[in-house]
């Protein structure tokens, strides 16, 4: 009988590990590889969702206190046009009976009660209802303060002086102090300008981290409204989510606009918009010849500020007109539309005081686009716009920021080590994003930066003060570890 051929050799495999014997991936293994996944540029986004990230997290904790005192000062300056109202009542309203007064006897009687001021301009109210507003230089007073003399048209009783900034009465006037300059002047301004160069950054940041988050239509519909079975950490980003992605457009305005006549980024934005032929432009004043004429009660030569308003008036200047008198012998009356809510009416002509002639008509309709922008921006800011509903409108905005920012501050402090002795802080995210950016990205990305902190140097500042603390901070720690090994 023949053997049999021999077998090959059949590799012997070891019995399986029950499955209770292999220890389940521990929680905090579990949390550190969830958040190196998240800083390896793995999710939408790519390598630079780490770095939105982290500029997120440290411009928020630095920024925020900035942002809160702007919040908050803003919230109460949207309730000053009912704050003028009640507190200011005597001066501005007037009860109707007949026919009003000439301007010029209102102007007289305003100097009367005046006698060490000089005139600057008069405000005509659009109703009759509206006391005449007649305004002062004067010595003695605050830089950028004026007096103003509010005078019944009806039989030109003074009813009262106030100190005024611009238009804007005692009341409103502090708290527009307050929410520009903390009341500290132009050092003071440094504040408002700095939370206005960085709240676009934060609402750009965040949105950029939403875009890029996985999601299906059931998350979709959590990025978009607060998550209500969530808790914890969960639950405040979920909300500080929601509440960014509906506020973030009104944000983003308000920090334009609040740019506009900040002290060093407006003076940059007026020379790129002046460049761009954007500026406001205004009636020319000058007079080719003087006419004759006698002197009238606001101590001009000419036809008087009545019949300037009657000019303007046949002009089609309508609602609360403001007319500066002329400056000197060779200028203009000059009558403008003060009409800042929608529709805005902000005509203007020139008046010869001469002869009453209208010299030079200046529309609305005629600015530069960039220039109406401006104005309407402003105005929104201001919550003059699109009146009560602009103000509930900026009240809501204020109230988001401010919830955001307290839940942003919570967040961080749930990131806190639970388990260490005594006081901690929250986790920041990962350092290093950067490094692991491409060049072809990073360098226009640095580039971009350098020219905006260019012309928004209370952005490029900060910047680059996080940029050489954050290296620094990684230096140091580098160099420890290398010790200790």
Do not use: C
Request: hydrophobic share 45%; aromatic share 8%.
């Amino acid at each position: 009988m023949s053997e049999s051929p021999p077998l090959p050799d059949t590799p012997v495999t070891p019995p399986a590990r029950p499955a209770a014997d292999v220890p389940p991936p521990r929680r905090d293994d579990a949390a550190k590889a969830a958040a190196t996944a998240g800083n390896t540029g793995t999710t939408r986004g790519g390598g630079l969702r780490p770095l939105l990230l982290r500029l997120h997290f440290y411009a928020g904790v630095v920024i925020g206190p900035f942002l809160l005192v702007a919040a908050v000062t803003g919230l109460a300056y949207t309730a000053t046009p009912q704050i003028e109202s009640i507190v200011y009542e005597h001066e501005l309203k007037v009860t109707p009976r007949g026919a009003a007064e000439p301007l010029s006897e209102q102007v007289a009687a305003a100097e009367r009660a005046v006698p060490d001021g000089t005139l600057l301009s008069v405000t005509k109210g659009a109703g009759p209802t509206d006391s005449t507003r007649v305004t002062f230089a004067k010595d003695g007073l605050a830089e950028g303060y004026t007096l103003t003399a509010f005078v019944d048209p009806y039989d030109h009783e003074v009813l009262g002086t106030l100190e005024t900034f611009g238009q804007w009465l005692p009341a409103r006037a502090w708290l527009d102090d307050l929410h520009r300059n903390l009341h500290l002047g132009e050092f003071g301004r440094n504040y408002s300008e700095l939370a206005a160069s960085w709240l676009w950054v934060e609402v750009l940041g965040g949105l950029a981290l939403w875009a890029g988050t996985p999601r299906n239509r059931q998350r979709l519909r959590r990025l978009v409204t607060p998550a209500g079975g969530a808790k914890g950490r969960r639950r405040t980003m979920s909300w500080h989510g929601a509440v960014g992605l509906w506020a973030s457009i009104g944000l983003l305005g308000l920090s334009a606009t609040g740019l506009t006549w900040s002290g060093h980024a407006g003076t940059s934005i007026g020379e790129v918009q002046d460049a761009l032929g954007g500026s406001t432009p205004a009636v020319s004043t000058a007079l080719p010849a003087v006419g004759s004429g006698k002197e009238d009660s606001g101590g001009t030569r000419g036809v008087g500020i009545d019949a300037a308003v009657a000019s303007a008036h046949d002009a089609g200047l309508r609602g609360v007109l403001v007319i500066t008198p002329p400056a000197g012998a060779d200028t203009a009356y000059v009558v403008k539309e003060n009409t800042r809510s929608w529709p805005v009416r902000q005509d203007s002509v020139a008046v010869a005081p001469a002869t009453g002639e209208v010299t030079q008509t200046l529309r609305f309709d005629d600015f530069p686009l960039l220039a109406k922008l401006t104005r309407w921006g402003i105005d929104a800011h201001m919550g003059l716009l699109f009146g009560l509903v602009n103000q509930i409108v900026l009240a809501l905005l204020a109230i988001g920021l401010i919830a955001m920012i307290l839940w942003g501050y919570r967040m961080w402090w749930l990131r806190r080590p639970t388990r260490s002795e005594g006081f901690a802080l929250g986790r920041a995210p990962a350092r290093g994003a950067w490094r692991r950016i491409p060049g072809r990205v990073l360098a226009p990305a640095a580039v971009l930066a350098a020219v905006i902190g260019y012309y928004l140097p209370l952005f490029g500042l900060p910047l680059l003060v996080f940029l050489v603390v954050d290296v620094t901070v990684g230096v140091v720690r580098r160099r420890r570890a290398g010790v200790a090994a």
